[in-house]
Each structure stands twice: as structure tokens, then as C-alpha cells.
């Protein structure tokens, strides 16, 4: 355990015990009574929490302890092996003791803990002969910087290769710095083709610079977030929050700094349209016309894990970044059955694409046809951007009228109006990347007509509180404003309403050309 | 060091183009017998950083005859993990040197990579700067 007296995630034991009862609800999913302040629901109940950076690190210790209670094996082993598994504590236990537990070290790039003990056994015998090699002045020469050292400057991992201190310190600081881990939260051994990955507590032991230990533990945490399906860090910029839920769905949750955002796929909520068809509709407009055919043709998802992936070169047998799947550029199938040799694959019709991309006036109306949803699209998000505005100004009215004797209860009624606006703008927006990819059909020109509805009655709310607010008398104001927000929220009801009921029943169809 | 001493057979630097600060080397590299490069010789270009060997060293392809093979660009980039992504400290020279040497000889067809034209008009002058996501198995 002395090793491990530098690891970050070792040393506050008393700490962990004091916010023990906290956290218990976290680890055996027992939902507790929203009245928690950390707590926070939806209108449907999906419950989530709101944590700090320093929280993550402690629920992350909590994992590992948790598993350590179980499983004898050292925490730096464990945090790997939970890595591993993308944190899945459940499926690492049932691994551990239903499968072949060599296997799941081998997998997992560590050597078998209880193998140490032979292992250390021998080190220590050839560690007294170093010993005595020493004294007799006998060298060992690092096989990286080619220096002849003393034996016991040499170091390394289970897996036998040792180079020396200086190197190994070099080494991973080159790792941690430069190539950040290649997001993957492990380093392996120095050795070519060795993948017996460095454990933390040897990392921390071998690094001294405090800002590159420092950046080793971001990296971890980071992982950790990263590679769990519970947990997303909150995309608003130095934000530093992450969200934790207790099962993965698409749901709104809400930072406590504030953003509003999709769990699943991070953006801004985006109800009625879901996570796949906005993805795929940011992709399309981030392209712009000149880059887009080279976009369509150089980057495509994982069919693992759905990251994306550039193609800079020709080879076209790809291994993901992000889960080290194997797959073909050209058919996205796994990559096995293609054997040795690229070119085999013929899944790919050349003549097909080619006909595709002959007929220009097919692409030419799937412009326009673009080109018309985006313009909606856009147009709601930059109206959305001056409604902040509109809050400034509502809130001058909304002092003016409490200068008229009405409290300040009474005037807030503004405020929710603009709420309300901003609300259905949002809507609004993603009802045009639903749309975009929904096939015509009986229940697709329902949509389109509470689609109307809504614009309609959203754009008379807007106008109302932008202009006539003014000229109107403050008595009638709020009966106004009121009927008007309120018929908006209606609308907007029954439209999502009739999608989720769409998709519920499966009632759409989508267009696989867009 | 070794390679100076004993190169293995394929394999020769070439000592008038060391440059003076040792930062940059040359190598010539023969295609091995029975394979589709028999006879055919090669310059490789080895560029050192000053954090090698923890960081690889920039690998390529130049003068008049650059191998044509289904991982190397006809501007003399070469797509190999081991020159980016697996590559390891403990690499020498010697076994880059080899694993090109192999990776010549244990391809079937000569022909260029499909992207060709496209990489070599876009890409970076440093192979080291593209961000190669595949790994050639050879
Ligand atoms: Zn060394
Ligand atoms: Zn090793
Ligand atoms: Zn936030
Ligand atoms: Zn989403």
C-alpha cells in the first residue's frame, strides 16, 4: 500500500466515510424523495444529479472501493479493470467470478495480480544477484537511451520489459503531455508491442512534475466520465459539471449552471426530433458546400460506437479510435471476413455511387428542399438568440407596472410569457429537423398542420410582447399576454403529444436520401 | 548504433548524409529477393525531434524512386502504426527499417494507395501531422 501513498485516489478514506449515507442511494439505485437539494426531476420522473469535478473523483473511488470490498486485488488494478469494462461494476463481478479469470486480465491488458507473488519472488532473487552484480560493477544497458546502468536504476512492469527510471519518466510524460492518452485513460508499456497497461500508482510514482500528475489525473477523470453511460460532462464551455442518472435515456436534464440539454446526446434538448436525425442534421449544415462532398466521402461513424471518424489515408481497414473496433472503410462490416488484403472487399458498387452523384437534378431539388428546412431552422435559432433582448425589455415593463400597484407576483406573469416563447421557439426549431427527414404520409400532414399552429400562434405571442404591449391598457395586458401564452403551450402540447404518439405507434417513416 | 556496425541485409545508411547535428539520416533500403521490389533500391528519410526517441521520428519516402505499394503515397508517406501510433521508445532505427523492409515485401500487388491523389494534394509535409485511423496489418 505504501506505493500507493501518492495515488490521488487513495488517500482520504475519512472523507469517503463521512458522506458515506449520501452516496448509498447512488450505488444501489434506490430512488430517494426528490426533496434531496442535489436532486432534480423532470416532469416524467427521470431522476438525475448534478456533480462537481471533485464529486466525480469520489464517486469514481467509491467504484473502485466498492469493487475492492469484493475483490481482493490492488485499486490501481481495479481502476483498469473497471475502465475496462466502461465502469460497468455489474459486468466486471459477473467476468470475475463466472468467467476465466486469466482471460479478463489478459483482456484487459494487466497481468493477473496473484501471479505477482512467484513473480515478485523471482525479482527478488534477481534483484539480490543485481545486487551483487552491482557491487562487482556489472551493468545493464536501458534498451531506449542505450546508457550501461546499474541494475537497480532499472524498472518496469509484470510484464518483465524494464528500461530505465529516467526513460520510463520521460516516456510517460510524453504520453500525459502530448498525446493525451489517446482518450483512452490507459498507458501501455514502453515496449514494442507490449500492451500491459501502466498502472496509476506506478504512473504517479515514476512522474515528480506536479503539473504533469496534475494532467494525468484530468485525464482519468475524464475517462471515467467519458467511457460511462451514466454520467455526461455538461457541454456549456469550463462548465466542469457532469450529470448523473441512473439509467441512460434521451431526457432534458438541467446543470447548475443553468443549460438545459439533451442526456444522450448532449445538445440542447431538441423534443420532437431525436438524438440520430439531429445528429445527423448538425453534420449536414456544419458542412458547408464546398467541404460537404469531401466530408461525405472522409468521415463516417464507428458502426460500434457511432464516433466519428476521419479518413485521411487509403488503407481502408479502420480500427476506432474510441473502442478499437475493426471495421471496413468501404462496407462498415467487421473486418475479419475481409482477410488480409483490402481489396477483397465486394460490398462496395461503384457504379451505384456513380449514378447517384450523375444525376444532378435530383441533387438540385434535394437542395431546395434543404435549403427550406434549414432556413426555418435557422431562423428560430437566431429569434431564439434576441429574446434575450426581450428580456431586458419585458423586465423594464414588468418594474413600470409594479410602479402601477401591481405586486411582484402579479407582473410575473411577463416573464413566464417569455418563457414560453422561448420555448416553443425551441420547438419550433427541431420540429424542422424532424420534418426534414419524416416521409409524407396521413399523419406527417397532421404534423405539418400543428406545426402551423404553432408557428402561427408563436409568432403572434412574439409580435405581441416585441410591439402592442405598449399601446395596449396595463388592465388588459395581462389577460392578453396570458391568453396568448397560454394558447401557445397548448399548441405545442398537441404537437409534441401527437409525435410521441408517433412514436410510440411507430406512425413514421423517414427518408433515407436526406 | 547497431545498424552502423552490423547493418541487416536490405539495409545501409548512407554516412555521407548524416547531417552534422546527427538529427537527420538517410537510408538505403533494397527491396528483398523473391518479392515484387527485387533489385530495387530506396531512400529513406529519418527526421529526429528533440524529444525522440520518446517522440517517433518523421519517416519517409524521397528521391526518384518511390516504392509503389498499397500503404505508401506516391510523396513518400508511408502509412505504418508503428511510425505514429504504435510506435514505442524502444524502436530503433534497425527495426523500423525492417518492418518497411517487410512491409514491402509481403505485398502482393503493386499499386498505389486508392486515395492517392487526394491525400498527396491536401496532406501535410509532415506524414507525422495526418491523422492516420488505420492500422495496415501486414
Ligand atoms: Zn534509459
Ligand atoms: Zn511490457
Ligand atoms: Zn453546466
Ligand atoms: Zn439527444
Known amino acids: 500500500m505504501n506505493s500507493e501513498d501518492d495515488l490521488f485516489y487513495n488517500d482520504d478514506d475519512s472523507a469517503h466515510e463521512m458522506d458515506d449515507d449520501d452516496d448509498d442511494f447512488v450505488e444501489m439505485g434506490i430512488e430517494p424523495e426528490p426533496t434531496s437539494t442535489n436532486e432534480k426531476t423532470d416532469v416524467e420522473v427521470f431522476l438525475y444529479e448534478v456533480l462537481t469535478t471533485e464529486q466525480i473523483v469520489q464517486h469514481m473511488v467509491d467504484c473502485i472501493k466498492e469493487v475492492n470490498t469484493v475483490v481482493q486485488i490492488p485499486a490501481t488494478t481495479t481502476r483498469i479493470l473497471l475502465n475496462h469494462f466502461k465502469w460497468d461494476k455489474e459486468k466486471l463481478m459477473d467476468c470475475y467470478y463466472d468467467g476465466d479469470q486469466e482471460k479478463l486480465f489478459l483482456e484487459a491488458h494487466v497481468i493477473s495480480p496473484f501471479k505477482k507473488t512467484p513473480n515478485a519472488k523471482k525479482r527478488t532473487t534477481r534483484a539480490t544477484s543485481a545486487a551483487v552484480a552491482a557491487s562487482v560493477q556489472q551493468e545493464v544497458t536501458c534498451e531506449i537511451c542505450y546508457l550501461a546502468l546499474p541494475a537497480t536504476l532499472m524498472t518496469g512492469l509484470e510484464c518483465g520489459h524494464k528500461f530505465c527510471i529516467q526513460c520510463w519518466t520521460e516516456y510517460l510524460t510524453t504520453k500525459i503531455m502530448d498525446e493525451g492518452m489517446g482518450q483512452v485513460g490507459t498507458i501501455s508499456c514502453a515496449a514494442h508491442n507490449c500492451d500491459i497497461l501502466v498502472d496509476d500508482a506506478t504512473v504517479m510514482k515514476l512522474v515528480k512534475d506536479p503539473k504533469v500528475k496534475l494532467k494525468y489525473q484530468h485525464l482519468i477523470t475524464n475517462s471515467f466520465v467519458e467511457c460511462n453511460r451514466l454520467l455526461r460532462w455538461c457541454p456549456m464551455p469550463d462548465c466542469g459539471h457532469v450529470v448523473k442518472v441512473q439509467f441512460f435515456d434521451s431526457k432534458p436534464v438541467s446543470c447548475n449552471c443553468g443549460h438545459i440539454f439533451c442526456f444522450a446526446c448532449g445538445e440542447n434538448w431538441h423534443d420532437p426530433v431525436r438524438c440520430m436525425w439531429l445528429k445527423r442534421w448538425i453534420k449536414k449544415c456544419d458542412d458547408d458546400s464546398e467541404t460537404s462532398n469531401w466530408i461525405a466521402a472522409n468521415t463516417k461513424e464507428c458502426p460500434k460506437c457511432h464516433s466519428t471518424i476521419e479518413k485521411d489515408g487509403g488503407c481502408n481497414h479502420m480500427v476506432c479510435k474510441k473502442c478499437r473496433f475493426d471495421f471496413c472503410w468501404v462496407c462498415l462490416g467487421p473486418w475479419e471476413p475481409h482477410g488480409s488484403s483490402w481489396y477483397n472487399c465486394n460490398r462496395y458498387d461503384e457504379d451505384e455511387a456513380k449514378k447517384a452523384r450523375d444525376s444532378q437534378e435530383k441533387s438540385r431539388s434535394a437542395l431546395q428542399r434543404y435549403l427550406f428546412y434549414c432556413n426555418r431552422y435557422m431562423n428560430h435559432m437566431q429569434s431564439l438568440k434576441f429574446e434575450s433582448k426581450l428580456y431586458a425589455s419585458i423586465r423594464l415593463k414588468m418594474e413600470e407596472m409594479q410602479q402601477h400597484n401591481m405586486s411582484w407576483i402579479e407582473v410575473q406573469f411577463l416573464k413566464k410569457a417569455v418563457d414560453v416563447l422561448c420555448q416553443c421557439r425551441q420547438t419550433l426549431m427541431y420540429t424542422y429537423v424532424f420534418a426534414f427527414y419524416l416521409r409524407k404520409n396521413n399523419q406527417s400532414i397532421i404534423f405539418e398542420e400543428n406545426q402551423k399552429d404553432l408557428e402561427n400562434s408563436t409568432e403572434h405571442l412574439s409580435e405581441y410582447l416585441e410591439r402592442d404591449i405598449t399601446s395596449d391598457m396595463l388592465v388588459d395586458i395581462k389577460q392578453k399576454v396570458q391568453d396568448k401564452y397560454r394558447y401557445c403551450e397548448s399548441r405545442r402540447k398537441v404537437l409534441l403529444d401527437h409525435v410521441h404518439e408517433g412514436y410510440e405507434r411507430e406512425l413514421w417513416d423517414y427518408l433515407d436520401s436526406a | ?138
Not at chain 2, 10 to 21: A, F, H, L, R, T
Not at chain 2, 52 to 80: A, E, R, W
Not at chain 2, 89 to 104: G, K
Request: proline fraction near 8%; include cysteine; charged fraction near 20%.
Open chain 2, 1 to 138: 548504433m547497431a545498424l552502423l556496425k552490423d547493418p541487416p541485409s536490405g539495409v545501409e545508411i548512407d554516412m555521407n548524409k548524416i547531417s552534422s547535428n546527427l538529427s537527420e539520416w538517410i537510408v538505403d533500403v533494397t527491396g528483398a529477393a523473391g518479392t515484387n521490389y527485387e533489385g530495387e533500391t530506396f531512400q529513406l528519410q529519418f527526421k529526429f525531434g528533440p524529444r525522440y526517441p520518446f517522440d517517433s521520428p518523421q519517416v519517409l519516402f524521397i528521391g526518384s524512386n518511390i516504392p509503389v505499394h498499397p500503404h505508401v503515397y506516391s510523396n513518400g508517406h508511408i502509412c505504418l502504426s508503428i511510425l505514429t501510433d504504435d510506435w514505442s521508445p524502444a524502436l530503433s532505427v534497425q527495426s523500423v527499417c525492417l518492418s518497411i523492409v517487410s512491409m514491402l515485401s509481403s505485398c502482393k500487388e503493386k499499386k498505389r494507395p486508392p486515395d492517392n491523389a487526394f491525400y498527396v494534394k491536401t496532406c501535410s509535409k509532415n506524414p507525422k501531422k495526418t491523422r492516420w485511423w488505420y492500422h495496415g496489418k501486414f
